[in-house]
């Protein structure tokens, strides 16, 4: 989060390695990176390419459905009077639970709010984190429950790259006074480990238009950090990092200047980091299915599969990412920029969806009320499963599963409490429901109360659990 610059120049390299079959001669052809101007220095610790990537499956120009706000400013006199902007959002316990900035005449602070369904964050109390005792410049949140450590970590800006622990996210302040990471002249800092290592990315504000990482060991998060690296050029901020479980690859979304969404990928979270597309997400792949609220796609944070350090996404080909957004305008100056949270979603959510990546059949049933589509992630362990979905009582869809996850979607008009079952138990067969996507957001399958297929405590039935051992459902919620 800073304020809008014009872009300078900087470094263009690119490696080419040509393998001779025969001689097995080996031609190093050098590096070049895009450049705006020419610079007098390499960048010695440098891991990026300007090139763009093409061999993906990701699609690097997907269209953009934005629904309306579902966040917006405080009251007069509020601390986030002006703006709310930097969402970072998890799913736990129920219930969604927003980070973000606030702003009001004079500050930037973090804030906090929560709803059972994103649409109704809405309507949800705004409280101001005061436990941190950062001042009055802390803000560009990220949260995350640290499985080694037993804590949710909130991190953020302040005094270069800072943290805040609390063992419990349904109490906004009981964060710990801020504690720096390591220091650094920098905005937006993100955390995402990969098991081994947590890496930290960054933008720093040297004017260089650069993402910069540092790395240290799982034990020693949140201190000690190795060396600072370049790992994007011709870029300028937010960058966030998440692993894609449908290929397996890490990807980065970081906001360019023009207020659009770039996409980078790696296959590992030190390795070369490379352009997948330059407007992955825009103005001018978006389309607003209600009120007319950005001409922007800023500062995101795509909705993740899960709630702790490994940033997991199910499928960035169908995803949903809370943004901020604003009408362009002459506002002055940045921080008097009226910035509002609303998602976006790179699918539609009504029957005229396109047909889901596992190309499997499903079937729709008719009722009262305008269509929807539910679409649900989960695979089995043997390839011979048999799941299904049911609302209100009526099955609706069923598949046979295979042993990788896939999203099977089902458009309905019902109405009533939604089921994801398993109805073929034999020896050696079980069904792993990842989450479900609703037109109101995603929802986990270990977060729901009603599993009467788990096997817990000796039987069948339990709850909070994305496995069916035996025959029986996962309950969700009614969308309506």
Known sequence: MKEYKQKGGHMRYVVILSALFIIALFIYWGCENQTTAPVKNEISSSSFSGETDISLSVNASPKWYADARCFLDGPTGSFDDISVKDPSIVYYGGKWHLFYTGRDANMW???????????????????????????????????????????????????????????????????????????????????????????????????????????????????????????????????????????????????DINRYFELWTATDLNGTWTKVAEQWAAKSNLVETAEHWTDQVSHGEIIRSGYNEKMEVDNLD????????????????????????????????????????????????????????????????????????????????????????????????????ILVGFDNDASGRDVQVDCIWLPNGQFQAEAQSYNSGVWQNNKCGGSYSEWLHCNGAIGFSAYR
């Open 109 to 255: 602070r973090m804030g906090y709010a929560t709803a059972s369904r994103i649409e109704d964050l809405k309507n949800a109390q705004h409280v101001l984190i005061t436990s941190v005792n950062a001042g009055s410049y802390y803000c560009a949140p990220q949260v995350f429950w640290f499985e080694a450590k037993g804590k949710w970590y909130l991190i953020y800006q302040s005094n270069g790259a800072c943290f805040s622990t609390n063992t419990d996210i349904n109490n906004p302040n009981g964060w710990t006074p801020v504690s720096q990471m390591f220091s650094a002249s920098g905005v937006d800092f993100w955390c995402i480990s990969d098991g081994s290592y947590v890496y930290c990315f960054w933008s720093p504000q040297d004017g260089s238009y650069t993402i910069k990482r540092r790395r240290t060991t799982v034990a020693n998060f949140p201190y000690n950090w190795e060396g600072v690296t370049t790992v994007c050029s011709g870029t300028f901020e937010a960058p966030h990092v998440y692993k894609n479980k449908a290929d397996g690859r890490y990807y980065m979304i970081v906001e």
């Open 318 to 417: 169908h995803c949903l990412i809370l943004i901020q957004g604003v009408v362009n305008g002459n506002y002055g100056d940045y921080y008097k920029i009226p910035y509002d949270l609303g998602l976006i979603h790179n699918y539609q959510y009504s029957s005229s969806s396109s047909s889901s990546s596992s190309s499997s059949s499903s079937s729709s049933s008719s009722g009262g009320g305008s269509s929807y589509t539910i679409s649900v992630s989960m695979r089995g362990t043997s390839g011979s499963e048999h799941a299904y979905v049911s609302v209100g009582g009526t099955q609706i869809a069923a598949w046979t599963l295979t042993t990788s996850f896939k999203t099977y979607q089902v458009s309905t008009t019902l109405s009533g409490g």
